[in-house]
């Protein structure tokens, strides 16, 4: 088989193009003929199919790419024949990038960018956590496909940007967590302004404005040790939720001025209704025609409540936001089982609690851990149907809460915890 693979075919997968060369490798886009799926194959270009180094620095990019975050650039395969090796990998060349998308779109609102930004650390931490560092992480590198992110370039240092370096790894080639959650708050600052610097005057929220700051410290001490770090800073400082009342105000005026037209239509229709009683002042308390009025009433305010609860969620709204929940520690509750109940790891739970080996657990010792919501349970609600809006299972929403009496436990304006996605 040759280097010019348009139009062969490699095992199921038929190669379609050609798509660009690099100094020691080729890309093609192919499909693999029974899932009708298209693939990125990179393999030796011609000129160094007998190139010993090139070939092992592409057997090399198999490390990284194990990691294996439903956000991450996925590897399908590896294929060695006598006469190439060939990596299989999810084709995204088609997707825009972060750095198109803000070139295109326009800089981020405080709250797109609160969405984006946490799934981006959710995918480093995870990657971090297994001792994978990402070798080019900038804005070229971060797919965005809607509400949803990919992080791609695990496997090589393409798209390498001094812009988003640390000034340690400028410096000395030094690469580790801090130098990466460097990069990371350089691009949170791009998205909101669509430059690397911070600027001095800006109209976003101060704690965001001091999370960046923190990331971006040329001393990699005095920024955050771990993602989960600087996730937890943004968790505690500002939410979506807070994101959204500020620009509520805004249109306060506005606000004013509709509930002043809401209590002069409500006295109007007093005057009216109190008038066809025939100036009676006390209202029939087994008119049905009322009370029928009344409960409707009652029911479509509900039901507005359940679907915007449901757009909401659909929207991944709540799915993306992670809160900040104080856990009371029970007496002979270990780190594990609490870690268990809120769908968490032991490690990510002591990283946001800064345990050291030398930490006891102390009954009714507060404990940080992550939570995906607060649910206000509507009234007929069930336990089946909640679960089912977040994507969980029931047994998972039980253990959050301590639930022993669903009938008891779970009822109208009830508050449950509703925990991370395993």
Known sequence: MTAQLVGERLLNYEIKSFLRSETFYDYYLAEHLLFDRKVLIKTLNAAHLQNVEAKEKLRREIHNLRFTHPQSKVLYDFIETPENSYLVLEYLED???LEQYIIQNG???EEKMLRLFRQILDILGSAHQIG???PALNPKNIIIEGNQVKIVGFENPNYQDKNYQSPEEIQKGTRNEQSNIFSLGKIGIFMLFGITELPKKHAIN???YEALAVATEKNPKER?????EFATALSEEISVEEVEIKHAFTNL?????GVLLAILAFMLYDIIDETDERGSLVYNLYDQARIKKIRDSVRNARRQEFIRDSIRIAQNRAENLQKI?????KPGETLKEIAEKYNMSVSHLKQLNSFTEKTALKVDAGLRVVIRDYHKVLDGEELGQIAQKYGISKFDIIRANDIEDELKDVYPGADLIIPIKK
Do not use: D, G
């Open 95 to 97: 997707k825009l990038n």
């Open 107 to 109: 800089t981020l609102t």
């Open 132 to 134: 994978i560092i990402h």
């Open 206 to 208: 101060p704690k965001i």
């Open 224 to 228: 955050f040790s771990t993602c989960a």
């Open 253 to 257: 005026p506005v606000i004013i001025l």
């Open 325 to 329: 929940h104080v856990h009371k520690v």
